[in-house]
């Protein structure tokens, strides 16, 4: 059996060892861009007699688990799946297993432009291949700059009429090539009931079906909802064990703690690596007695 | 209720079977129908509607004075146009045939109740 941590904070890195230590095979995969790794001076942590930087307690958390076994990439996930077994995809790589723990950190602020809430769901959409289907033949806009949303444009192109990039000002920080940009920043997505068009600070206009929006990196709430995972407030709903409403996917960390601490972290990413094991365990006497969950 | 319909699961637990809405029978099921309705528009590749379908047949089970359907929206596009879907899973309530309310993606059994203010 095995688990893929999504998210390697002290969350992710936390649960890993509890998954790992149950001799349960896990990967941990993300990236470095974690709010751990940002704090210059950790003082308010236990077990260290000096302040410790968020990056040395970030790359002392990889080894330790990577000395445990756990297999790490450092990679963008882009996407998440759920068929027989859950797939992540980053860029260069998809890695299945039995079950999950998202644990990507704090969502981050969504975007501030003029009418982006008001047509959610009339023609904004937050998951390109949930979505497509309803803009085929149609010209849509996919709001980012990263790779992430570089997936989101490759994933439309294959259904809608015509897709175009807005960078809303911030420079590419992926391979366009074959894609077309704009890289204007954002006034204001218009219309009357539903999407017409996006305006730029520039007074320019451009008349679109629809606008997605994949800017940054995939955050937990963007893969959970891909699943049917709730959030809710931007925080993934988990119970007393960190499952989720989706049997097979945890949560831990700060997208489900409201307190945003090294501390709570570790303790929520124990919490779900310990439920995790009980889950991949009942699966597989489940599948030796020729039995099912439902 | 003769618009739904039980089945027996293998494991003897209830299934509610959501009444099939098509593009057909939209007006005799929906729009005349008098009292509340809550749809469902779906589709078979899409994550969230297969999780969400079981919630919806759970409060379809409990509450017994309201319509519960379900569109396909592969099979009645002009169904899903007609009410704009642009992001599923989607649900809207209507009485006597009017939109009182809708919603995009996953929602809980208790979100679901408070939409048909129940």
Known sequence: MKVTIVGCGPAGVSAAIYVRRANIETTIIGTRDTALATAKKIENYYGFAEPISGMELFEAGLQ?????????????????????????????????????????????????IAGLAEFEGHGVSYCAICDAFFFRGKKVVVIGEG???????????????????????????????????????????????????????????????????????????DLARRLGVLVENNKIIVDEAGATNFPGVFAAGDCVNSLCQIATAVASGALAGISVAKYVRSIEVGNKNGTCKI | MEHVKYEHCKKGS????????????????????????????????????????????????????????????????????????????????????????????????????EMLNV
């Open chain 1, 64 to 112: 330790q688990s990577k000395r445990l076994g756990c297999q790490v990439i450092i990679g963008e996930v882009i996407s998440l799946f759920a068929d027989d077994k859950f797939r992540v995809r980053t860029m260069d790589c998809e890695v299945y297993s039995d079950a999950i723990i998202l644990a990507m950190g704090q969502q981050k602020k969504r975007l501030d």
């Open chain 2, 14 to 113: 209830v299934v509610m079977e959501l009444v099939e809405i098509t593009t057909e029978n939209y007006e005799q099921e929906v729009a005349n129908f008098e009292g509340l309705v809550l749809l469902d528009f779906w589709a078979e590749w899409c994550n969230p509607c297969k999780v969400l379908m079981p919630v919806i047949e759970e409060v379809a089970r409990e509450v017994n004075e309201i319509k519960f359907g379900k569109v396909n929206v592969d099979k009645n596009e002009k169904l899903a146009n007609q009410f704009a879907v642009t992001n599923i899973p989607f649900l809207v309530v209507l009485k006597n045939g009017e939109v009182q309310n809708s919603s995009v993606g996953m929602k809980s059994k208790q979100m679901i109740l």
């Open chain 1, 147 to 221: 790779e992430y949303a570089i997936a989101e444009v490759k994933e439309l192109a294959e259904v809608v009429g015509e897709v175009i990039l807005l960078t809303n000002g911030f420079l590419p920080t992926a391979d366009l090539v074959g894609i077309s940009v704009i890289t204007a920043k954002i006034k204001a997505i218009v219309g009357e009931d539903y999407v017409a068009g996006v305006v730029f600070v520039d007074g320019k206009n451009l008349a679109v079906d629809g606008v997605f929006v994949a800017v940054g990196v995939a955050s937990c709430g």
